[in-house]
């Protein structure tokens, strides 16, 4: 999906919307006061859009002003939504948000959503879960140049994107011991079922779909899990191999990590604005509160989950996946060193 704002004139709204759908007519909700004040289809055709073989007909242009909403240069909280996918358009700007572009590249199968609502009322364009979206929508997030005060999160491949992150956004990211998040992804998925698809997006409940049967099958007793481990399926495996370093070096998710991974992920460390650790979460808040300048008091913190220490003791002292975790451990414990940590 291609969305933008084109002109926001208090009395006059302008923008498009190019639904996924090559001939679907897009919908927009104007939301004020937390209600729905207007809802309209597309207005307006733009013929550009046809040329670039982009719409059927390109009827995607929106022009609202007051004939269709009197008090429309009065809703200075106004927020546009796009009906079909719940997506956030635009939102009016707000006194005191980060005139920042920030993206919090996400690095947990199971995403930190409860630190990410810190900044929804931070930043004028927020958005969390990019990786629950496609390649366009996300590029178009990225993309939103008339906009300063951006909050995006999500476990994208940094690769796939860094052209545009790296062209004014700065990163924040969260590191976790690599036996600890194999721990968590097992814990995790092993209870997500049916829930899959809302904390994993649809693309990756399919792909994750072996690891999930996996997990699910994961016995109670150590010794029994000890030999679990040891026969992990390929197909499985493939999917716990090395995420953090595939994720900052690939440029798609079944890729795997190839010769000078380590030294190019360390490279996309140093460049981010707030590398922490897990373990830390304090120190994370604070030095992100530190960076935007806003009191680290007003941020929540993350999660632990108690059953995860168990489990990825055992996962170290097993052996068992030393091998998946390789690179991973070696850039995890550069890491730690930087930070005085190890």
Known sequence: MLFSIEHDEGHRITAYVVPDGFSGVPTVRLVSGGVDVFTCSANEDRQALVDAGRHETGRCGFNIGTELV????????????????????????????????????????????????????????????????????????????????????????????????????????????????????????SLLGDAAPRYLGPRDAARFAPAIAYAVAMPTSERQLRHHLMDMPSSVAGLFTDPLVRQLTTSNPDDMATGGAIGAALDVLASCAVVGLRKDPVYFAQAVAGWLGIDPQTLTTTPDFPRVPPLAALLRESRAVDHLLERDLEVFESVKNAYGAG
């Not at 939103?144 to 545009?164: A, K, Q």
């Not at 969260?174 to 995790?188: C, F, G, I, N, T």
């Open 70 to 189: 009197p008090d429309l240069a009065d809703l200075q909280d106004l927020t546009i939504i796009e009906q079909e996918t719940d997506l956030l358009i635009y939102r009016r700007p707000q006194p005191l948000q980060i005139e920042k572009k920030i993206l919090r590249l996400e690095t947990h199968l199971f995403p930190l959503w409860r630190f990410d609502e810190n900044f929804r009322d931070k930043a004028q364009y927020f958005q969390k879960g990019l990786e629950q979206f496609g390649r366009e929508t996300v590029t178009q997030m990225l993309l939103l140049n008339g906009i300063r005060s951006v909050y995006l999160s999500g476990r994208i491949s940094y690769r796939s994107f860094s052209y545009w992150i790296e062209d004014g956004f700065e990163t924040a990211i969260m590191l976790q011991d690599p036996y600890e998040e194999l721990a968590e992804r097992l814990l995790v998925l």
